[in-house]
């Protein structure tokens, strides 16, 4: 391990900040900045050396005064490598207050983190100028200098001095606002609660508000570039419901004064949790809900429960040092999940968390996983933490527990966490001793076998007896980073009951006394891969349109693990597939859909038509009982399955009353709600002369942003590569640098031409690093797991990924590249059963 006093990243806590006031006059036109930083400090052991975070900021002389008034000046000595700057000074600094000053200048970047600029034109045709932060984790360093560690908490006094014609926010409301001399407006926001840097925001630009609703005392707006208010109701409501949601189940109080959420045009990540000026891509939070799918109502509504939940848990209580990032986030993605599922109970959220569970289970099935929580040294250690395992993995095994302890207990320890623990840091095991508290149940002890180790077991259910054994995909290499042992909370039930019996499988082996026919994961929730001996199997299959929702759909998705794993073969899953009733909850559809498009990337031309009549022979009776259109009384989530099936049957399935209809609705311009996609699909699919062209039109006067985002993912569906190196292209040129890295991996997608674009990329590879955000460049590599049907050009990917390693996210590349060569192997298994 190494300490606080050994990592040189890390910062002496001889010296801590207590209150930050900053008066900051950004150039929008020039893309520049200056500001002045008055630090007051808590000097906690005497000492003639100060050093703090600055990089890519020049600093002016520094004036630093002590509790006496007395005064030294000296001039900052940097060390780019460790992102610091150092001052000494003649005299020693005695114990107690005193305050640093300096001036400081800097670039407003174009890549999306720290101080940055983005242009865009709006709905007038006339280009827009804003300038906004993004600093988690550690970009605060490159708008102003600071203690820029999370444990370092201090107040801020922020001022901006801004163009007349701007908006300007940041995390507090404002206090007082003047006229300069030169005519720029003064704004002067009052101060902010203790918390870390990584927290503070500005925003300036043509933004307007909705109108302040008041929630519990705080007031609540929706800010939107100029023009679009009338797609913010359903975020409002969401951020009302949610806010309401989280001061009930925390029962604290929302810590801060207001609460402003801020749809940024130009914004690398989904959102952020700035302390009351959270900041969102447009897509999270702008929508018109009459044309919206459900999917991306979801994604809205997701996305302000989980940004809102961290305004206590990441806010108030805050991790002490990155590696406790796992479980901010972890924790966030569980509350999103729980909140809306209150919000929107017809939405069935842990049924549809499900595939979210399932796609970081698929990461964690491979030899190059790693533990949920590991060593965090530099900055680019914590880049490869932003991953499905910390949200989606973490988030599973916070649901895990709190299913084994009971809703209550676990919220109630976690209230008794974050009252303990308000305006401080804390490390990991905190929270598992204040669970453990009120439960009385060994919390630490479980959860250590999951947080620090990678991977998950594999539970067997026969002859009675439960037992687990590591999950993997192949067999291991020379190097594995999945565990072998876990505690296990296993809930089962008789499939006749829906009492649920709890066992905690710590060992290799367990008895269940138990004669009747039992659901295994009863409930769903466990983050294992399930098997059954094959008489249990039997049982089970026979009564599959039994099972509760979930249950149902994680039988399915261990199903594709076992094949995927060739473990099981195609015809034992499509018989267990084929047993799927009536039933309108999508998500095993989406699991077969799945399945199905890696079988048609991985049989041989020739072999295709069998596949090609199976999904006629599966999907067929769904699409004849659901139609294009919805019916009277239909659930909320029957559009998503005809969605499914749809685009299913178009496209792999190759139905020509499918494919006319679509073009027919295409062409009348009739594409809305959870169809759009689907149809998109299908019609470039086929490829028909001058669509492409119109798809850009559309793309390019998209209504909304979810209109604009179907277009720039659907381009990905053209079997053609001019049309494919086109798009690619325009990466480069005309799309925004926050989606340009998601088109690139959705065209590396199509199996046609996928590999030609993969080519096209990495001959501009430098460019491509040097053009997108630096947290998007792994994914712009999520598609190379894809090329199962050619070894020779995988080798040549792998080839080049190994040639060509990213600082802090080469993990996730790594993970692709397992994921391709397990699916080359499932390629040529399957090959020999078609
Ligand atoms: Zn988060």
Redesign the pocket.
Known sequence: MVSRENNPYRLSTDIAPTNYRLDIIPNLDDALFSGVAIISLDVKVGTNEISFNAIELDLDEITVTDAQGKTQKGHAVYDVDYELASLTLDNKLAVGPATLEVGFRGILNDQLHGFYRSTFVDAEGVKQTIATTQFEATDARRAFPCWDEPSFKATFDVTLNVPSHLAAYSNSPIASETTNPDGTRRVVFSQTMKMSTYLVAFVIGPFEETEPVDVRGTPLRIVVPTGKTHLASFAEEASIFALNFFSTYFDIPYPGDKMDMVAVPDFAFGAM?NLGCITYRETALLVDPTTASLAELERVATVVA??LA?MWF?DLVTMEWWEGIWL??AF?TFMEVLCTNAFKPEWKMWVSFGIDRDGALQVDGLHSTRPIEYEVVSPADMRGMFDVLTYEKGGSVLRMLEQYLGADVFRDGIRHYLRKHSYANTVTTDLWDALEEISGLPVRELMNTWILQGGHPLVTLAGGELSQQPFSYAESGAESAIGERWMVPVLTRPLTSEVTSKHLLSETTLRLDTKEPTVLNAGGSGVYRSRYGSKELREISAHINELEELERATLIADGWAALFASQLSWADFWSLVKGLGDHDEPTPWSTIATAIDYANRALRDEQRPVLVNAVRELFGPQFERLGWDARPNETERTPQLRAIVIGTLGTLGEREDIRNEALKRFDANNLDGDLARSILRNVATLNRPGDFETFLDRYQNAKNPQDEIRYLYAFASFNDERIALTTAEKCFSEFRSQDSPFVLASLTTNRVTGPAVWRYLTKRWDEALERFPLNTHARMTSGIQTFVSDRAFANEVISFHRAHPFEGEQRTVEQNLEKLSVGLHFADSLRNQF
């Open positions: 949790e989980h940004e961290h990441g901010n986030e966030a």
